[in-house]
């Protein structure tokens, strides 16, 4: 899979975004003051939370599978970005060993390479450094441990490394001298040749007597200083038989990226080189065995570093004995043009060698195997007459069923396939039923290998639970339906959680966008979603996609222009939705994207939020100014401005639960922070307790508080961490610990609105972690907010109080929505003051029903609308049955949130599994897309289960 290629500067919104109106004229400054609101909940710390992830289950390239030669069950698997894990046998999982790296060490979690000692099995060293251009500012690194990746020891390099690089499956560059494993040796990238160690890693030093640094490059014009980066020293194979315990081995084979002189051998411990008489050229050498048992040293080769792409290539075999080499290279099946890398011997059974063609990938990729030193290969799979295809093997994929990606096969492929980037492959050297090897999205394995020798079916699957590394861009937890989390992601596009410890059947579909960017729901509708992206390779599939039923299904929108990337935005209740693409203007929608107007007065590439109450306020940023629509994203003004950022990462959150509620995070330099508006963008005031703060996210707030759980990634008092706040901001505490860093953690945050405590962070290749304490939260709405001043109270479990109303020269705020399904709502708002108009207070207390109904959108032959019934009496309704007849021949095309049947102008709606029961005072609302004809006037009556109710 391919995966970002460098942690960009993008700017997005988190999931919790959405809109209110408020009047124009909002120009303000932004002040560097701090808001505080007393509590009296009980503070909680890193020892209160525990940290595991959302499983995903992969999501990215494996470059290496490294099994220990010594000691049964021991392996270990590293990730171009996702850091490196350990295997568990008992528990069939992977364990993450570098979750310690900081924010300022981002870059030592792409791991180009990794060595388990065989002397000394609880020694394990791994070659850090994710790119070897300028997108990483670090140098590499030797990270040592002396307890299998519990805890680390760091050691600086000179030079950078490129876990993330072109090249990046090649290898191993890390090795261990069998013999004396105080000696190690790595092979560098960049021209900076082959390096050793004498003393277990804690110092290297070059080798100045090997003559070739291995100088080929992908595209010497990169401007990018990607693909023009020399690939280097790529592989060391030591030859133990020519060393003892204790003695150094003399013995060495080493492969650089050189079509002409590629293996290079020592047999004087390394003193002297020389390039291997006769050895094969014109290709580049990805993987180099040796076989001791023979004395046969197989070496894998592809016109490509890879790992995407490779054309050609050759396996060789070389007789160390003799010097003579011999080319074993498979037969392709139908002539099919590929290279070779993932190399394998059975250290049980000598002369049986398996290779990969890494860069199949139509109909599948490949594997062979030959049980006599390569002289005769049998393939995983041919073809049988075409498009049919005979299979060694049976795939069961059950454990991680996305991984079909949402593909029908085709006649002659298959979905899943086997993999594809195929470039680390191990056969257990204590085990020869056991083979486990790494695909671009995961890794897959087999117990029962050596059926392929009897011409027995043997099965493959998914060995990957544990291991995780997704990138994320970006977070969303709605209050309420059956999904706790959606997720927008890189490469596989996102998923949606109903169960966090569960893997999810399938990633967004209908369009599959390779990379979401953003991802937002309604906040008082949240079954409409919104999620936007960019493709990763070709595709001809829309970049906008839209739910009506919480994520569960999708349809794509059209696209404005070329329309791609950029953040996402939907209205509060559903009735537009605002996109602001990377390459694009900013536009809007009411009609889920089957037609887009650009928005007036707000800059191209604005990171955009809407109102998570006011359905016509949406709020944008761009270099250093809030921008402020009051009319559904049809214009904006500018708002705050002063002080604010100009350059960096962007986070812009409206809280849910009140009007006007913005939050503001990241930025560069002086101003990198957080900042507040409680007026709908009039002024931001600056949250002095935090000295730098790159998001911000909201939960269920903690007992005995009266608004949401704050969490952000910041620094508080020179300490990088992921903080809480349960007082507005005026105190924050660190959440995590310096074993629970988990590298940059500066894009997507958010908190469960329904479960207190919980956060859920995004990652850069190290997938979703999820922080939970077991606290119990506040009875207020998502995330305990009952409702400000001119602001609406909170949805969710036991209603808030709805808010005051505006205060003088303003309108007076609507009453608090009532609670969620089952629970008991809140109380109607105050009424507005001096000079103003005041708010709508609750329904009437003596009718047993009452019914909202609107029209939120309209278009020629169209229109969307909403209705929210509300239980006025004393007992509760149990499975509801709304109905209404429509007065000028509309009829309901698609409804959220229920379940329907129309005859003639007669509609009658049904509750959801989650709604269908109304305790007194409580609401349900359900949308719906309707056709219209020119007149779309509103019902005049409607009843719940056959008892007339009030409309108001």
């Known amino acids: 899979m391919e995966r970002s290629a460098r942690v ?46 959302v499983r995903i289950d992969g999501g990215g390239f494996v470059p290496s599978v ?58 394990v060293y791994v070659a850090v450094g994710t790119y070897t251009n300028d997108w990483d500012p670090n140098n590499g690194a030797i990270m040592r441990s002396t307890d299998r990746g519990a805890s680390w020891d760091t050691v600086p390099l000179p030079f950078k490394l490129g876990g993330n690089m072109p090249g990046r499956g090649m290898g191993e560059r890390l090795a261990i001298d069998p013999n004396d494993n105080r000696v190690l040796y790595l ?49 060391v194979t030591f030859d133990p038989d020519t060393g ?96 070779f890398s993932g190399l394998t011997v059975d250290r049980q059974n000598p002369g049986t060698v398996m290779v990969t063609g890494y860069s199949s990938w139509w109909p599948d990729t490949q594997i062979f195997r030959s049980t006599d030193g390569g002289e005769e290969w049998t393939p995983i799979w041919e073809w049988a007459g075409y498009p049919e295809r005979d299979r060694r093997f049976t795939l069961d994929h059950s454990s991680v069923p996305w991984l079909t990606f949402g593909n029908q096969p085709t006649a002659e492929e298959d979905s899943p396939k086997l993999g594809w980037m195929t470039e680390g492959m191990e056969i257990d050297p204590h085990n020869p039923d056991r083979m486990l090897y790494g695909t671009g999205a995961t890794i897959y394995g087999t117990t029962e290998l050596t059926n392929w020798d009897r011409d027995a079916r043997f099965t493959v699957r998914p060995m990957i639970k544990g291991l995780e590394e997704t990138s994320v861009k970006d977070l969303a937890s709605p209050p309420t339906g059956e999904a706790h989390l959606l997720s927008a992601l890189g490469d596989i596009g996102g998923f949606r959680h109903t169960d966090i ?52 299904h999708w349809f794509a929108g059209t696209v404005p222009g070329s329309a791609n990337g950029g953040t996402a935005a939907a209205a509060a209740d559903g009735s537009r939705f605002l996109w602001s693409p990377a390459n694009e203007p900013v536009h809007f929608t009411t009609t889920f994207g089957s037609s887009w107007t650009p928005s007036q007065g707000i800059p191209q590439g ?65 101003a990198h922070g957080l900042w507040r508006s409680t007026d709908g963008g009039r002024n931001l005031n600056r949250i002095g307790a935090l000295d730098q703060a790159d998001n911000i996210g909201f939960g269920r707030g903690a007992e005995g508080t ?47 609105p329904r479960v207190a405590g919980r956060v859920y962070i995004g990652t850069n290749g190290r997938g979703i972690i999820v922080g939970e304490t077991g606290e119990q939260g506040n009875d207020g709405g998502p995330g305990g907010v009952t409702g400000g001043p001119g602001d609406n109270g909170g949805n969710g479990d ?92 509309q009829t309901i095309t698609q409804l959220w949130n229920g379940s329907h049947t129309q005859s003639g102008a007669q509609v009658s709606v049904t509750g959801a599994s989650w709604n269908n029961r109304l305790a007194p005072g409580a609401s349900a609302t359900i949308g719906f897309l309707g056709n219209r004809q020119e007149q779309n006037g509103a019902p005049s009556s409607f009843t719940l289960n056959g008892a007339s109710c009030v409309i108001g």
């Open 501 to 552: 410890d569960a893997v999810p059947s399938m990633m967004y579909t209908s369009p599959f966008i390779g990379t979401s960017t953003s991802v937002d729901f309604a906040e008082l509708s949240p079954n409409n979603v919104i999620r936007v992206g960019e493709h990763v390779g070709d595709s001809g599939q829309a970049t906008v996609g839209f739910s009506t039923d919480g994520g569960a």
């Open 8 to 53: 960009r500067g993008w700017k997005a919104a988190t999931a919790v975004l959405a809109g209110t109106a408020l009047a124009a004229g909002l120009l303000g400054t932004a002040a560097a003051q701090q808001d505080a609101v007393a509590t009296t909940a009980t503070a909680v710390s890193a020892e209160d939370y525990d940290w595991r992830n």
């Open 244 to 339: 003892s315990p204790g003695n150094r081995t003399g013995t060495i084979y080493v492969g650089v990226a050189d079509e002409e002189e590629s293996v290079y051998r020592s047999t004087d411990a390394g003193a002297t080189w020389q390039a291997v008489p006769g050895q094969p050229t014109g290709f580049l050498p990805h993987k180099g065995v040796l076989d001791e048992e023979t004395g046969d040293l197989y070496i894998a080769t592809s016109d490509n570093p890879g790992p995407y792409a490779g054309g050609d290539g050759e396996v060789w075999r070389l007789d160390t004995a003799s010097d003579e080499w011999t080319d074993i290279t498979p037969h392709r099946p139908g002539d099919a043009e590929y290279g």
């Open 706 to 752: 009266d608004y949401h759980a704050l969490y952000s990634s910041a620094v508080v008092d020179g300490v990088r961490g992921i903080y809480r706040s349960d007082d507005v901001g005026a105190t924050w505490t660190r959440i995590n610990d310096d074993d629970h860093q988990w590298a940059w953690t500066g894009g997507a945050i958010t908190g469960d």
């Open 606 to 670: 604005a990171t955009i939020a809407s109102d998570r109450v006011d359905p016509q306020r949406f709020y944008g940023f761009h270099n250093g100014t809030l921008y402020v629509s009051a009319d559904g994203g049809a214009t904006f003004s500018a708002g705050a401005t002063g002080g604010l950022p100009t350059e960096g990462n962007i986070r812009l959150e409206a809280a849910p639960g009140s009007r006007g509620d913005v939050w503001l995070a990241g930025g560069d330099g002086e």
């Open 798 to 889: 036991n209603g808030g109080n709805g808010g005051d109303d505006g205060g003088p020269g303003d309108n007076g705020g609507n009453g608090g929505d009532d609670g969620g399904p089952g629970d008991n709502g809140g109380n109607g708002g105050d009424d507005g003051g001096p000079g103003d108009n005041g708010g709508n207070g609750g329904v009437d207390p003596d009718a047993d029903c009452a019914v909202a109904y609107a029209v939120t959108g309209e278009w020629p032959g169209g229109f969307q609308g909403g209705v929210t019934v509300t239980n006025t009496g004393d007992a509760a309704v149990e499975n509801w049955e709304l109905r209404w007849s429509f007065p000028h021949g």
């Open 187 to 235: 092979g560098a990238p960049s021209g900076e040749g082959l390096w050793r160690s004498t003393d277990s890693g804690a110092t290297w030093a070059e080798v100045a007597s090997f003559p070739n640094p291995g100088d080929h490059v992908i595209n010497p014009d990169d401007p990018w200083g990607y693909e023009n980066d020399e690939i280097g020293v790529v592989w």
């Open 66 to 123: 490294i099994f220990n030669r010594t000691e049964p069950n021991l392996l270990y698997a590293r990730t171009d970005i996702g850091g490196a894990y350990r295997w568990n046998e008992a528990g069939q999982e992977w364990i993450p060993l570098l979750d310690s790296v900081g924010w300022d060490e981002w870059g030592y979690t792409g791991v180009a390479s990794l060595a388990t000692d065989p002397v000394d099995p609880d020694r």
